[in-house]
């Protein structure tokens, strides 16, 4: 494993490595706190979130980094790893412009392409940035302990805007759950549940200490936000991590078998009654938190355009529905995204659209896992990022999170998708020798 630290390259390579941190660190916590945490869900600029100047200073902070992303990877040795695959992307994006071209609000289809391709290319760049594993590690681990300062900071100095409120407009259910510094207490859970996969590598990888630290206050952060969903699967994760690690056979019906039959309880449950009935027999939830309603409200509205969709990002909060009235006898017309990531992106691309998104995140994946060299295959960096695709995948049946520009998860999948295939590329066994050259590598070879 590659342990160099600054003093063993040349000077010129120093400096890319200082530039490296400041731009990990600068995107970790653009993500991860944002520029405008706190946000005060009393008030009615709530309802229209993306308003008012944070988003104007938001657009122009997420150009500047990406200028910077994008300048430090055409300049890396390994750029070529850089959007990748891009065939698969090129065809992706395409459907998504062309279905959005087609549909009612086609600006916000175009908007929305050109913001996840944007984050597509930052995540393609992370992980060009570290100098060494370690120093990885490090960044990591620094960078989520002060997130986690941020977030208790605003549970006992902040706890009108870090913990939800009776008078919340959208959701005073929630009142007394934990959700720190981030908008909802889902975000903050799913959050939590990363940063202890994390904790884990940390400790394994860069200090032990630090590690113990990061998954206790994420766990009892975890906790307090009412998460059950995601409380249930840190350890559900985990245990499937392992087997899906050391039974090679099981992969498949892991990650494939495992995400349709889940898709298939969830949305099945709310479309079909029976499924539903059988559900709610075994002492589950059919409803799914309130999700069912929507769920059928979505699925009514695919099947009246199962090939196209109604276009990228115009379907959810579009006029159509938000003006419906009572010609839509469904509160779900007021819902902020379907909570279900495979059916959003079906409802709003169509069912190519689908295909083309499962092909990248869930079978190239997979086939990524299964050419990583043996000695790599076991590593504690792989480990982490097969968890973190794990979970995604998985929660993806309950949240909307594919392509979402600012959602730290998106970013946080599509890195651990990159750092599949790094893993899986024979360009890794070269990256000490390039060190030495001042040419600059990877540098996650485990």
Known sequence: M??????????????????????????????????????DLT????????????????????????????????????????????????????????????????????????????????????????ASERHFAKMLGIGILIMLAVAYYGIVFKPLLAIHQASELREPMNAGLWRGHFPHKNSAAAAMVIAAFIGLYVMNTWSRFAGIVIVALSFVFLVNTGGKTSTAMLPAILLLALIFEKVRFLRIPIAVGGVGLFNLFAVGSAVFAPLGDFISGLGIDATFTNRADIWRFAFGALAEQPLTGYGFKAFWQTEELVYSGGSVETWAVAAANGHNSYLDIALMTGFPGLALTLIWILFLPLRKIARIAPEREHSHLTRLFVRIWLYTIFNAGLESLFFEGGSLLWF???VALYGLSLQSSAELAAAPARARQGEGSACLRS
């Open 43 to 130: 008030g009615e600029a709530v309802l229209d979130p993306s308003a008012g100047n944070s988003n104007r200073l938001n657009q122009i902070i997420s150009l500047l980094l990406f200028t910077g992303m994008l300048g430090y990877g055409l300049v890396h040795p390994l750029r070529e790893a850089i959007l990748q695959p891009r065939a698969l992307l090129a065809i992706l994006f395409s459907w998504f412009i062309f279905v959005s071209l087609v549909s009612a609000h086609p600006m916000l289809g175009i908007k929305g392409a050109i913001l996840a391709l944007m984050v597509t290319v930052n995540a393609g760049v992370y992980l060009l940035l570290p």
């Open 2 to 39: 590659d342990r160099a630290g600054y003093g063993e390259v040349e000077p010129t390579n120093a400096v890319k490595a200082r530039v490296g941190t400041v731009l990990f660190m600068a995107i970790f916590l653009f993500f991860w706190i944002s520029i405008n945490p706190f946000v």
């Open 412 to 414: 946080t999948f599509m």
